[in-house]
């Protein structure tokens, strides 16, 4: 056999290994994932003189893109359980966008279909076309952008139905993640008693208080320099709370900085709160903060809306969490943003069933 033939026959052998690998593959945890991934590039590093460089970075991309396909659309399936219609077509929704983001990784096809869901598409044409420019002068923020998911949507309040706005208004809120207090603006036409504000970031802190006296709110809320999560410790300032409040200020909160955190639970011993609506968006944080609150939860049975978009334990770990933990609730999932092509402000919307 020629030297040449040699070559193609081990060429085709390492194709026909890797696709192996891709077929066959079970996809139920991300470390199979990686642990295949891994094989693959040990396959392509042993015969590395027979396989052109292009030809071998593409091959492994495009399996690695169709195990992390098959292991995405699983776990959104799992989300889909009791789902309605509207729910399930912003996981339609969901899923394109984190297969389009896969596909133009490692290709130049770019030719898919990313439009809203219709319902969404009507409350963007109703924010870009006058919603958002009243709310612009309506609101002040010392230059910060007003986003929809807070005077849009309320973080799901506005469109939600009069029993659930009821439940709520003779009961607390809890804001976590209250930024620079852009919240407490919209959330305290909602409540009759007190919007607990947690943040804990030192330029957000600062822009709060300046925040509530441009816009006239005295009372009704209560701010509470704490991070939330798990458990009760002190730990440094994540990367991602940095990013998510990047302005400048006389104080910066250095990345090393050690942040007192607390428990929505120990935090409803400590405030005696009785609680109808907590809205949470934490920069990734999110599971952590839920398990930290499902006493709370379960005793109060409040309305909630959870930012589930930074993270992946956010986006697949908690419905399934609240659903083992929780006796008859209702989920929903929510488009709070109006950036086509992405995520953010992805919410699941919860409340008890006795509500529908």
Known sequence: MKKSE??????LMILSTIMTIGMYTTYQREEEIVSNINTIGKILMLYRKYVPDHMASRQASVIRSEMFHEHVKQKLDQLRLNLDKASNEVLDYVEKVIAYEEVKRISSFENLDLMFPLDHQQHEKNWKEREQQEANKKYNLLGCLLTPEVFYFHHGLR??????RDYIKNKDILDCGA???DSVLVLKDYTDKTIFCYEFYKPCLEKFHKVMKLNHIAFGYKLIPLALGESVKNAKVSNESIMACPFESSHKQPKDDIVSV???????KRHNFKVGFIKVDVEGQGFKLIKGAINTIKNQRPVLSIGVYHS?????EIKPFLEKNLDNYVFEFQ???????????????CYPRELL
């Open 312 to 316: 992946k334990d956010e986006l697949f």
């Open 159 to 164: 469109f939600a139905s009069q029993k659930i």
């Open 335 to 349: 488009l709070q943003s109006f950036e086509e092509g992405d995520i953010k402000e992805l919410a699941l919307f």
């Open 179 to 181: 930024f620079v207090g």
């Open 6 to 11: 040699k070559k193609f026959l081990v060429y």
């Open 262 to 268: 607390t428990t929505i639970d120990e935090e409803a």
